[in-house]
Nanobody, 120 residues
Framework: VQLQASGGGLVQPGGSLRLSCAAS????????MGWYRQAPGKQRELVAS???????NYADSAKGRFTISRDNAKNTVYLRMSSLKPEDTAAYLC???????????????WGQGTQVTVSS
């Protein structure tokens, strides 16, 4: 299973970005998907997650500004970020809880990360 993230970049404070992360491979089912972020010198923190039925969860710092969504047919999760602040600068990593074809259990898989830099 591979996760390919995209959509990061440099944006001015107050701007918006949309991140995407697509899971591919021998996938039987994808359960939870989501995004973490890690800034230099800081711990990795959960930004937002979404179950395969659409239940969402957000970090307090993301509430009201970020929206997570998914396309189950494409095994893809999105993170729409608006009103971006310099403190949102971090590497954003996506994950997906996946049950592979022929497997009984599901496991977390991680993407390679996409850098978001908020600066004027």
């Amino acid at each position: 299973v591979q996760l390919q993230a995209s959509g990061g970049g440099l944006v001015q404070p107050g701007g918006s970005l949309r991140l995407s992360c697509a899971a591919s491979g021998s996938i039987a089912r994808v359960y939870a998907m989501g995004w973490y972020r890690q800034a230099p010198g800081k711990q990795r923190e959960l930004v937002a997650s979404i179950t395969n039925s659409g239940t969402t969860n957000y970090a307090d710092s993301a509430k009201g500004r970020f929206t997570i969504s998914r396309d189950n047919a494409k095994n893809t999760v999105y993170l729409r970020m608006s009103s971006l602040k310099p403190e949102d600068t971090a590497a954003y990593l996506c994950y997906a809880q996946v049950r592979e074809t022929g497997a009984i259990a599901s496991y977390d898989h991680w993407g390679q990360g996409t850098q978001v830099t908020v600066s004027s």
